[in-house]
């Protein structure tokens, strides 16, 4: 079981890693711009990070900087979990705002993939609200809230 990492420095470790880089790899992918062990101090917690060299060395990594003040990405799962969160399909299909038009296809894509036919409700994944997330441009919990204040769940 994979701990996620909770500290800043954990997490830029932990995307580091995810990019399959060593320390000398960052130093030489950078051209020296980002040395070796300036990188390991920031990772160890050995020295702070100001926060614009924290969104120079996220822009370098090409990763979000918000991914360094997320709160344990799996909160969202728990979250998600605890509420049960179920879609009220009829109300989606048939609204007529078009912010919603890209919601109807994946809700339908889902439904597909699922082999779930009944076509009025659909129970909410952890992987279903991070889809609608990033489709809607919020966060989990962000989207858990708009999908209530439109009316669109059941419970």
Do not use: C, H
């Not at 500290?7 to 830029?12: G, I, Q």
């Not at 995810?18 to 390991?40: H, N, P, T, Y």
Request: hydrophobic share 35%; net charge positive.
């Amino acid at each position: 079981m994979t701990q996620n990492p909770t500290s800043t420095s954990e997490k830029l470790r932990a995307i580091r890693k995810s990019k399959g880089w060593s320390l000398q790899d960052i130093e030489r992918i950078s051209k020296g711009k980002w040395k070796a062990v300036v990188i390991g101090s920031y990772e160890r917690s050995d020295r702070s990070i100001s926060l614009k060299k924290a969104i120079d060395l996220m822009k370098f990594y090409e990763v979000p900087i918000q991914l360094l003040f997320e709160e344990d990405p799996s909160q969202s799962i728990k979250t998600i979990n605890n509420k049960k969160l179920v879609l009220d399909q009829r109300r989606i299909k048939n609204s007529t705002k078009p912010e919603l038009e890209s919601l109807k296809r994946l809700i339908s894509y889902i439904s597909t993939v699922r082999r779930d036919w009944n076509g009025e409700v659909l129970s909410l994944r952890s992987t279903d609200l991070q889809f609608i997330a990033i489709l809607l441009n919020l966060s989990d919990e962000q989207t858990i809230d708009y999908l209530r204040d439109e009316s669109l769940t059941i419970n």
